[in-house]
């Protein structure tokens, strides 16, 4: 069955920079697009970008260009998103979400567990 | 970048039936997914497409689109139905997605 299994918790001070890892397993790592979601304690949703597990490009939305880096490592099927320069807004849950793979339909199939990172001095 | 407007809470009786909404331009192109979210869980899947049910998704859940927008209507609410449900939907970029603020739904 498909998972996708995200890395522990983190908690990291202003300025530093945290590393999710995302897991997949039970389907063919390189032929989904996997997207990053975020959610702030208490707020809604939040779509970060997604990367082409394939040819590993990449794209972000633009509130997170040039903090935000995707990455993936097809060897161990994981992919990994890093985010620079923390500020205390960034405390939130993040979830990795594997595209659908539809040309046409646009869904996220199955999520992470989520991974809460909080920042603070 | 688009975006998807929902309306902050809405309830229901138990056994009656709600319809969740979500306003924007990207709805006139593509169709919406939505996903249910309990405190401290993932978001699960529950409608994609015109009105697709995941394996598991009850058939009380079903979806509909016209114009700018989608709606999520469930039939006969159940107490487990109590939730957030947020839309999503693809943006003007090929790649890029967009969701809603999300709905609190209370079942009284």
């Known amino acids: 069955q498909v998972q996708l299994v995200q890395s522990g918790a983190e908690v990291k001070k202003p300025g530093a920079s945290v590393k999710v890892s995302c897991k997949a397993s039970g389907y063919t790592f390189t032929s989904y697009d996997v997207h990053w979601v975020r959610q702030a304690p208490g707020q809604g949703l939040e779509w970060m970008g997604i990367i082409n597990p394939s040819g590993e490009s990449t794209s972000y939305a633009q509130k997170f260009q040039g903090r935000v880096i995707m990455t993936r490592d097809t060897s161990t099927s994981t992919v990994y998103m890093e985010v620079s320069s923390l500020r205390s807004e960034d405390t939130a849950v993040y979830y990795c979400?594997?595209?659908?793979?539809?040309?046409?339909?646009?869904?996220?199939?199955?999520w992470g567990q989520g991974t809460l990172v909080t920042v603070s001095s | 970048s688009s975006e998807l407007t929902q309306d902050p809470a809405v309830s229901v009786a138990l056994g009656q039936t709600v319809r969740i909404t979500c306003q924007g331009d990207?709805?006139?192109?593509?169709?919406a997914s939505w996903y249910q979210q309990k405190p401290g869980q993932a978001p699960v899947l529950v409608i994609y497409g015109r009105s697709n049910r995941p394996s598991g998704i009850p058939d009380r859940f079903s979806g509909s689109s016209s114009g700018n927008t989608a709606s999520l209507t469930i039939t006969g609410a159940q107490a487990e139905d109590e939730a957030d449900y947020y839309c999503n939907s693809r943006d003007s970029s090929y790649s890029h997605r967009v969701f809603g603020g999300g709905t609190k739904l209370t079942v009284l």
């Open positions: 990207s709805l006139r192109s593509y169709y």
């Open positions: 979400a594997r595209d659908s793979g539809s040309s046409w339909l646009y869904y996220f199939d199955y």
